[in-house]
């Protein structure tokens, strides 16, 4: 019994490594305009928005907002906003997000675009995003 549990909890870590930080591409667009839940509204230069949903006690979190930071700064038409889920759990709910740190990118429409779990894949999200 105990080799057993060993093997599935083996099995689904690997899976979950294996998931995080991966882009997926947004299939359906059901999900609600992701400026009016960051807030804001777009700048007349801004082309994504990086919806990043954090808690305070993950250091993935701050990872991801360092590197959405850094991408926001060297590409223009990027603007990244975060959301503490701790403070919103509305928000997260709201876009069926069950695990921090989830970034999900908006068009200027507001209609999703992509969603990533984990710490992004620099390379992998810049060729998600056509920059």
């Known amino acids: 019994m105990v080799v057993a549990v060993l093997v599935v909890a083996t099995a689904v870590g690997l899976v979950m490594r294996t998931r995080a930080g991966r882009v997926r591409v947004a299939a359906e667009q059901t999900s609600p305009n992701g400026w009016v839940l960051a807030g804001s509204e777009p700048r007349p230069d801004d082309r994504v928005l990086l919806l990043q949903l954090s808690s305070p006690v993950c250091t993935p979190c701050r990872q991801t907002a360092a590197l959405l930071d850094e991408l926001v700064a060297?590409?223009?038409?990027?603007?990244?906003?975060?959301?503490?889920?701790?403070?919103?759990?509305?928000?997260?709910?709201?876009?069926s997000v069950m695990r921090t740190p989830t970034t999900v990118g908006f068009d200027r429409t507001g209609r999703e675009l992509l969603r990533v779990s984990g710490v992004p894949r620099r390379a992998e999200l810049l060729a998600a995003l056509g920059v």
Do not use: N
């Open 74 to 95: 060297g590409e223009p038409g990027l603007r990244h906003v975060e959301i503490d889920v701790a403070d919103r759990p509305d928000v997260a709910r709201q876009l």
